[in-house]
């Protein structure tokens, strides 16, 4: 019987990886994005924008696009790791929100805006990267 196919396949611990980096990094990303809207709510004087933005809204406006955002990545990024496919479109879906709400923070904080936009990246990669195909192994 060595050579019979049993017709058992298994989860790759490629695509687990995947998924438990994707879903820990949205935790991580959406406790950043809390701190980030906490700070801009309560100490407004922290973050200074140029006067000729065009998306130049008002600080606390953006601490709390930061405070919300950060809440629901940190959701999505618990459903990820519960193994839920809401999640994981949730995730991909808000990541992508993530990149540009950062990219028009730019000129607030732009270090700190240009790594989170290259974590949000990483998030939607590994998000995509991890598919049903890849899932079971031969």
């Known amino acids: 019987m060595a050579g019979m196919e049993t017709g058992i396949r298994r989860s790759s611990p490629w695509v687990t990886g995947f998924a438990v980096f994707g879903g820990s990094m949205m935790l991580v990303i959406g406790i950043f994005q809390i701190v980030v809207g906490l700070t801009a709510i309560f100490e407004d004087t922290f973050y200074v924008m140029s006067d000729n933005y065009l998306f130049g809204f008002d600080v606390s406006t953006w ?3 930061h405070l919300a955002l950060g809440v629901l990545v940190a959701v999505g990024g618990g459903a990820v790791l519960a193994g839920q496919l809401w999640g994981r479109i949730l995730g991909i879906v808000l990541a992508a929100l993530s990149a ?12 700190w805006s240009m790594l989170i936009i ?4 990483a998030v939607i990669w590994a998000l995509t990267k991890y598919g049903r195909e890849d899932a079971i192994a031969p």
């Open 63 to 65: 601490g709390w696009i």
């Open 100 to 111: 540009i709400a950062n990219f028009l923070f730019l000129p607030y904080y732009p270090l």
């Open 118 to 121: 290259a974590a949000d990246v």
